[in-house]
């Protein structure tokens, strides 16, 4: 059974950090892109980060560049969103995205940035 199960999303004060993890079981995920997305409320889902599949290329929405950093270990088969300096403007519903042959989705995780 293909799935990809994010984790460590919250609430966290304007400035703080957090880091999401997504895990993925029942493919072969070192073989595809892998993605984070966001979905604010009453807001168009909108793509954040990715990172290639062979040379680990990781590549930024400018909304997030220089303060977002995807990672991935394919030996766990989990890609990560290291997000620092949050804004309360990033507060959304994180999803991670496995895209090659086929496309898959997680269920999300809830980001929340208030003081």
């Known amino acids: 059974q293909v799935q990809l199960v994010e984790s460590g999303g919250g609430l966290v004060q304007p400035g703080g950090s957090l880091r999401l993890s997504c895990a993925a079981s029942?493919?072969?995920?070192?073989?595809?892109?892998l993605s984070w997305y966001r979905q604010a409320l009453g807001k168009e889902r909108e793509w954040v980060a990715r990172?290639?599949?062979?040379?680990?290329?990781?590549i930024y929405a400018d909304s997030v560049k220089g303060r977002f950093t995807i990672s991935r270990d394919n030996a766990k088969n989990t890609v990560y969103l290291q997000m620092n300096s949050l804004k309360p403007e990033d507060t959304a519903v994180y999803y991670c995205n496995a895209q090659g042959v086929k496309s898959y989705w997680g269920q999300g995780t809830q980001v929340t940035v208030s003081s």
């Open positions: 029942g493919f072969t995920s070192s073989m595809y892109a």
């Open positions: 990172i290639t599949s062979a040379s680990g290329i990781a």
